[in-house]
């Protein structure tokens, strides 16, 4: 009898605690330009990223991910993340955030995590994607060429 409060306990500690793995599950989307789109799909802790520029050219690049949500703000590390160049990162530390249908990521430079969501002036490094859940980006969209 005295099992089921322990066990209803446990489940939502489970549930407050370590469930953004869980939520970050799936594919995201951003669109830099309008003929520039990002998507950035979660299989587990394997990550493929498309990178969508004209005319019809597509960048994939792909990374382990590894997180601490024990932290603020919470912590992503891109594991063998494969740049467009053809180099390898072992390790790029990054921060997220994440909610029902946004996912933030702030990525650091030379091998520094950043403190805070904020863009530097004249570098990349921060993306706000939305969940993608369907077909619901149009017909001239680059993703559907």
């Known amino acids: 009898m005295w099992l089921l409060p322990v066990l209803l306990l446990f489940q939502s500690v489970v549930n407050d605690f370590g469930d953004d793995r869980a939520r970050l599950q799936g594919a995201w989307v951003t669109r830099v330009r309008a003929d520039h789109v990002i998507t950035i799909t979660i299989k587990g802790d394997q990550t493929t990223i498309l990178d969508i520029r004209p005319p019809n050219h597509i960048i994939e690049r792909s990374a382990q991910i590894r997180l601490d949500e024990s932290t603020t ?39 520094l995590r950043p403190a805070e969501f904020v863009m530097i002036a004249g570098r990349s490094g921060m993306v706000k994607l939305t969940r993608k859940l369907g077909p619901e980006l149009s017909d001239d969209d680059p993703e559907r060429r």
């Open 73 to 111: 703000p919470k912590r992503l590390d891109w594991i063998g993340f494969k740049h467009f160049d053809g180099r390898v990162e072992p390790l790029l530390p990054a921060i997220f955030e994440v909610d029902d249908d946004t996912l933030t990521i702030r990525t650091g430079s030379d091998g």
